[in-house]
């Protein structure tokens, strides 16, 4: 039986929340999404949650939120998917690079202090939480508010994460002036598809939801259009399922440290051997959302992610080094040495931690992990 790399936790209380959605006729954006919003505005600790349909429309709202000046450079890891540097091109603006740090697998604050410097004009950091990790914005906060950049946090895979900051817990999506979440199928909760921009500022939160919903504004005489938006709604389904999920959080955060603590065990006299394991700096408290450990330097990671298939063990390489994806060839910010992001194309192996994998399973993983990795 094949040990899947990721499975949501869906059951009669998600079903029995979409037959009430459907017999109730109102399917679209309505009181089940303000109610979904609330929820993860709680639990994000901020006033304002905007639902919409998708991750990657998320990272696209808040850049349009900004509404900033197309010269605007919007600073994105080298390392991570391509949505995050697609959101940014399709807003309109430019993605420039920025080195990761191969062991956390989130931005390296030295080569976002070089970046930044070598930026003539407006600039915008979007940071990504990579695999759940809180990236390491205590270090450069500071760095950011001297020099007026914005910070949009790409949080997709984040939610229920948290950074100890001044010494206060400031959860993901709360570390910047935007929060971009996302409820893919892989994410620790899911609404099928789905996403969700949080944010202190009502200013953000107010254009947000004018630019989901086609720049309509409702007033006595009728409907307004007061911009040419986007339909980027979410469903009331998949806001029901959403509002069971997000009761299921707690249980299912805990459950992924389980599989990491599982793993950490299980993987740790292979370090002497040269499998480094995920790294969690102090006062981070990542969201588990994948384990990513980095082969040894001259294993074919490639070929090992085919042997553990074939062993029926799923397995990913977790995010892409962007500067050698064809789709950004053009992109000047995108031509500059990338160490941190090669390393991290070459070496990084996404392991199974589908909800409610078993010890016995978790022992087999490492068993054929080892295996082939050591023939």
């Not at 697609?86 to 956390?104: I, K, R, S």
């Not at 707690?250 to 459950?255: G, S």
Request: proline share 6%; charged share 25%.
């Amino acid at each position: 039986m094949t040990i899947r790399l990721a499975r949501p936790l869906l059951g009669e209380a998600e079903a029995a929340a979409v037959a009430e959605v459907l017999q109730s006729g109102r399917l679209i954006q309505g009181p089940r999404v303000a109610e979904f919003e609330a929820r993860c505005a709680d639990v994000i600790e901020v006033p304002h949650a905007v639902a919409c349909s998708s991750g990657t429309t998320a990272l696209h709202l808040a850049l349009l939120a900004l509404e900033a000046d197309p010269r605007t450079k919007v600073v994105v890891p080298g390392f991570t998917f391509p949505a995050t540097a697609n959101a940014v091109l399709n807003a309109g603006l430019e993605p420039v690079l920025v080195d990761v740090d191969p062991t956390t697998y989130n931005f390296d604050p030295d080569d976002l202090r070089r970046v930044l410097d070598a930026i003539d004009g407006p600039a915008v950091f979007l940071p990504v939480h990579q695999f759940g990790l809180p990236s390491p914005l205590d270090e450069v906060g500071s760095l950011c508010r001297d020099r007026g950049v914005v910070v949009v946090e790409d949080a997709a895979c984040a939610l229920g994460g948290a950074l100890t900051i001044d010494g206060e817990r400031v959860e993901a999506g709360a570390m910047g002036d935007m929060g971009c979440f996302s409820f893919h199928p892989r994410k620790v909760i899911t609404t099928g598809e789905g996403g969700l921009v949080s944010t202190a500022d009502p200013v953000y939160d107010e254009r947000l939801r004018l630019q989901r919903n086609h720049g309509l504004v409702r007033t006595e005489a009728g409907m307004e259009f007061a911009l040419a938006g986007h339909n980027f709604r979410l469903t009331e389904m998949q806001a029901a399922i959403g509002l069971v999920q997000l009761g299921r959080l707690a249980h299912l955060m805990a459950d992924r440290r389980r599989l990491a603590d599982g793993y950490d065990a299980r993987l740790a006299d292979l370090r002497e051997r040269g499998l480094e394991l995920p790294r969690v700096p102090a006062g981070a408290v990542p969201s588990w959302q994948s384990y990513v450990v980095r082969v040894p330097e001259g294993v074919d990671r490639d070929a090992l992610m085919r042997g553990l298939y074939e062993d029926g063990i799923e397995c990913s390489v977790g995010a892409h080094a962007l500067h050698t994806q064809p789709a950004y060839a053009a992109l000047g910010g995108f031509r500059r040495p990338m160490p941190g992001a090669d390393d991290c194309r070459r070496r990084a192996l996404c392991l199974p931690v589908a909800t409610g994998i078993t010890d016995a399973e978790l022992d087999r993983v490492v068993e054929r992990l080892t295996a082939r990795l050591w023939v």
